[in-house]
C-alpha cells in the first residue's frame, strides 16, 4: 500500500547514483494533480499510462539527467514508442474512482492504468483488465513468478485463474523509524532492534523514556486518521501484530462471501486498547502495562502529517513507508542515527491462533501496471510493460525517486554508494519483505475498508469503546459477506 498520503512535487530531480535524502511520498506518487485530458489527437505509438505527478517528473528528461522513458528504451522499447503520463490526483480512492470511470465507460486511453495493490483485485473480477500471462513473453511472466516478491504479485492474480493480470511496478512496505541515539540516551540499547524488532511492551517504555530525558514534544507519531491507509495497513499491521486479524488469517485474504468475521476477538481489543492507551495513558481502556507516547492529533493524521514532526526532530519514533528511510536517514539529517526496524509485536507467530499472524510485521502498499482491455495499442503497451520488467529501468526508478523494486534482491544487494542511506538498512527491508501483511483485497473491500476504518478510528477517539468498536465491526462485516455470498448464490 502504500498510497494514501500527500507527497511533495516542488523538488528537483536527482541523478542516478546520488539518490538524496528529499524523495517523493512512494505510498502515493504524489501530490495532488489535475486529471489530465489527453489522448485526442493521440499520436501514432504513444502510450497513455495515468500517474501522478511523481512519476511524470522522472519519466522524462530535458537534458543530460536520466529518465524513465529513456531508461525503456534502453531496456528494448521500441524507440518510436513513448510512454504519454495522464497526470491523475494522488489520493488512492480517487484514483480508483477515475479508473472505475473510464473502464466502465470502455474509454481508452489510457491504455495503460497504473493501480493500488489494494483495488486491482476488484478491477481483475470486473474483466476490465488484459491477462498478462497469455500476453506477455513467458521470459517476463517466469520472472514475475519467480523473481518479483510474492505478496505484491498476488495483489496482481486473479484470484480463480491465478493469471497475472497486473505487472508490479514498485511494493512498498511499512517501517518503524525511530532516534537510537534518544533512545540510547535514556538507558535503552535500541541497537540491537535492527536485528530483533522490540516487543510493544518494551518499545513503549523506551520512547517514554527517551520522551522524559530529551527536549521532544512527541514519542510516537503514526497514521491514525479515518481514511484507507489505517484499515490497510498501520492498524492492520498492529492488530497482526497483536496475533489478530479481519477474517481469519492470511488464507482468507483474497475470497470474500464465505469467511470467518473474527475482528471482534480479543487480540482485536487488546490492539486497539494498545493504541488508545499510547494516545491517552488515563482511559477507563488503557492497558497498564504500556507508556502514553502518542499526540491526540494522530487521529487525524496521514503520511505526510505524520512524518513532519519526526523529520523535523520533534519525535523519537514514527511508522511510515520506505521513502521515510531516505528522507530523514541522510548525513543532512539524523544519518546512522536513524534507527530502523519492522514492526514491534505483542505475540509471536507461535502464539498465534491463525496461520501468517504474529510477530513483527509489514504492511504491504505499492502499485500495479494494468492494460486496458479497450486500448488500439495492445501490443505497445505491452511492450511498455515489458521494458517496465527490466532491472535497469525498476533501479532507474528507484535511484531517482525511492520507489521499492518489485525484485528486493536489487535493493539487498546494493551499496550506500548506489542507493543512498537506504542501503544502510537493506536487512530490514528483507524482513519486511518476508513479513508483509497485504490488506484483505476483494470486490467489496473498498466498502469493508471504510467500514473498518470508521470504527477503528472512533476507538482511538475514545468515541466508543474497544470492545463495542470491533462488536459493531463484526456485525456490519458480517452484513457486507452475506450480501457477496447471497450475490454468489443468485
Known amino acids: 500500500m502504500g498510497p494514501h498520503s500527500t507527497g511533495r512535487d516542488d523538488r528537483p530531480g536527482v541523478s542516478r547514483r546520488t539518490f538524496v535524502a528529499a524523495t517523493g511520498t512512494s505510498a502515493t506518487l504524489g501530490a495532488t494533480a489535475i486529471a489530465g485530458c489527453v489522448g485526442r489527437g493521440q499520436q501514432p505509438n504513444t502510450v497513455v499510462m ?55 465507460a470502455g474509454r481508452a486511453p489510457p491504455d495503460i492504468h497504473m493501480m493500488d495493490s489494494g483495488w486491482t483485485i476488484p478491477f481483475i473480477l470486473r474483466e ?13 511472466v517466469d520472472r514475475v513468478e519467480n523473481e ?29 523509524l525511530y532516534r ?17 524488532p522490540p516487543s510493544w511492551e518494551e518499545f513503549s517504555t523506551a520512547v517514554g523514556d527517551a520522551m522524559a530525558e530529551s527536549d521532544v514534544d512527541y514519542g510516537y507519531t503514526t497514521q491514525a486518521a479515518a481514511y484507507e491507509g489505517l484499515s490497510c495497513c498501520s492498524f492492520n499491521e498492529v492488530l497482526t501484530s497483536w496475533g489478530g486479524a479481519y477474517y481469519g488469517g492470511a488464507d482468507n485474504l483474497f475470497t470474500a462471501g ?26 477507563p481502556n488503557a492497558l497498564d502495562e504500556y507508556a502514553e507516547i502518542c499526540p491526540s492529533s494522530i487521529v487525524q493524521w496521514t503520511e505526510q502529517e505524520s512524518l513532519g514532526p519526526f523529520a523535523d526532530g520533534n519525535a523519537i519514533a514514527h511508522r511510515n513507508w520506505s521513502f521515510a528511510m531516505a528522507e530523514t536517514g541522510s548525513e543532512e539529517a539524523f544519518g546512522e542515527d536513524l534507527g530502523v526496524t519492522t514492526k514491534p509485536y505483542a505475540v509471536s507467530q ?32 505491452l511492450q511498455v510493460l515489458e521494458a517496465f520488467a ?34 544502510r538498512y537493506t536487512d530490514q527491508v528483507e524482513r519486511a519483505s518476508e513479513n508483509a501483511i497485504p490488506r484483505p483485497v476483494t470486490d467489496v473491500w473498498p466498502e469493508q475498508s471504510a467500514l473498518i476504518y470508521q470504527e477503528v478510528n472512533a476507538a482511538y477517539r475514545g468515541v466508543k469503546s474497544p470492545e463495542a468498536a470491533v462488536s459493531d465491526l463484526a456485525g456490519r462485516l458480517e452484513g457486507s459477506e452475506t450480501e457477496v455470498a447471497q450475490q454468489d448464490v443468485d
Not at 476490465?128 to 517476463?140: F, K, R, Y
Not at 491465478?162 to 512496505?173: E, K, R, S, T
Not at 464465505?258 to 486498547?273: G, K
Not at 501468517?356 to 501490443?379: H, I, K
Open 390 to 423: 527490466s532491472e535497469e529501468v525498476m533501479l532507474t526508478i528507484f535511484e531517482l525517486q525511492g520507489f521499492l523494486p518489485p525484485i528486493i534482491e536489487l535493493v539487498t544487494e546494493a551499496s550506500e554508494e548506489e542507493i543512498g542511506p537506504i542501503a
Open 180 to 196: 537510537q541515539d534518544l533512545i540510547e540516551d535514556a538507558g535503552h540499547d535500541a541497537g540491537q532492534w535492527a536485528e530483533e
Open 258 to 283: 464465505d469467511r470467518p468475521i473474527t475482528i471482534d476477538e480479543e487480540p482485536a481489543v487488546d490492539a486497539i486498547r494498545m493504541m488508545r492507551t499510547f494516545i491517552d495513558g488515563d482511559d
Open 350 to 381: 507461535d502464539e498465534a491462533e491463525y496461520g501468517g499472524v504474529g510477530g513483527t510485521t509489514s504492511a504491504l502498499g505499492g502499485w500495479n501496471l494494468v492494460v486496458s482491455p479497450y486500448t488500439d495499442r495492445r501490443e505497445q503497451a
Open 50 to 104: 495515468t500517474a501522478a505527478t511523481d512519476v511524470e517528473g522522472i519519466m522524462y528528461s530535458d537534458g543530460d539527467e536520466p529518465s524513465v522513458q529513456q531508461a525503456l528504451w534502453d531496456a528494448g522499447l521500441d524507440e518510436d514508442i513513448t510512454v504519454e503520463i495522464q497526470t491523475v490526483v494522488s489520493d488512492s480512492v480517487q484514483r480508483m474512482q477515475q479508473a472505475q470511470s473510464a473502464l466502465q
Open 148 to 176: 518479483y516478491l510474492e505478496a505484491v504479485v498476488e495483489t496482481a492474480r486473479h484470484p480463480e485463474t491465478d493469471d497475472i493480470h497486473g505487472l508490479p511496478l514498485f511494493p512498498d512496505l511499512g517501517f518503524m
Open 128 to 140: 476490465q483488465t488484459t491477462n498478462l500471462s497469455e500476453h506477455l513473453s513467458s521470459d517476463v
